[in-house]
T-cell receptor, first 109, second 114 residues
């Protein structure tokens, strides 16, 4: 079957580094997306990985290992505004995306 | 105009009511989607339209009826809903329906069925 697993909740301290993991099982692979969703707001695109390795974008980085079916989102120098849910998603055929349940990150002062 | 707008943002309805959710995208995208987001569950795909033609109907009960009059507008008509249908309904659009395109989401319509 096709499935995505990610932790339900994580807590970290302002200024720290946090890593949110995502493992996936899909019949094919056409990249992996990370979205950020603040409470009551739209999910917004953070990153897209299709090749193995680390992609850095400011304080946020995303890593992919296709052989392991594994990705992580790394958030550095955490800020209070980073408190949000982080959704991992993989395309699964035309017009279909499989989403994880999302990881709710709480950043404490 | 912002990318994808949804109205209303909040809706409370009884089980016998009929209401509609509206979505509008200003991005010139080809594909539009309805997703259901429930607490502690993954986003569930409900319907997909590509160039105004429905291309995906993900085993959704008939009490949900989509309509796509043109490539910029998408509606979700609701009738005789159940309390378990209470959720956040997200509209999204994408340029590339082949699966490699980024989804652009609206802020959602929070539906409560009494």
């Amino acid at each position: 079957g096709q499935n995505i697993d990610q932790p339900t909740e994580m807590t970290a301290t302002e200024g720290a580094i946090v890593q949110i993991n995502c493992t996936y099982q899909t019949s094919g692979f056409n990249g992996l997306f990370w979205y950020q969703q603040h409470a009551g707001e739209a999910p917004t695109f953070l990153s897209y990985n299709v090749l193995d390795g680390l992609e850095e974008k400011g304080r946020f980085s995303s890593f992919l290992s296709r052989s392991k079916g594994y990705s992580y989102l790394l958030l550095k120098e955490l800020q209070m505004k980073d408190s949000a849910s982080y959704l991992c998603a993989v395309p699964s055929g035309t017009y279909k995306y499989i989403f994880g349940t999302g990881t709710r990150l709480k950043v404490l002062a | 105009e912002t990318g994808v707008t949804q109205t209303p943002r909040h809706l409370v309805m009884g089980m016998t009511n009929k209401k509609s959710l509206k979505c509008e995208q200003h991005l010139g995208h080809n594909a539009m989607y309805w997703y259901k987001q429930s607490a502690k569950k993954p986003l569930e795909l409900m319907f997909v339209y590509s160039l105004e033609e429905r291309v995906e109907n993900n085993s959704v009960p008939s009490r949900f009826s989509p309509e796509c009059p043109n490539s910029s507008h998408l509606f979700l008509h609701l009738h005789t809903l159940q309390p378990e249908d209470s959720a956040l309904y997200l509209c999204a659009s994408s340029q590339d329906g082949g699966g490699a395109g980024e989804l652009f989401f609206g802020e959602g319509s929070r539906l409560t069925v009494l």
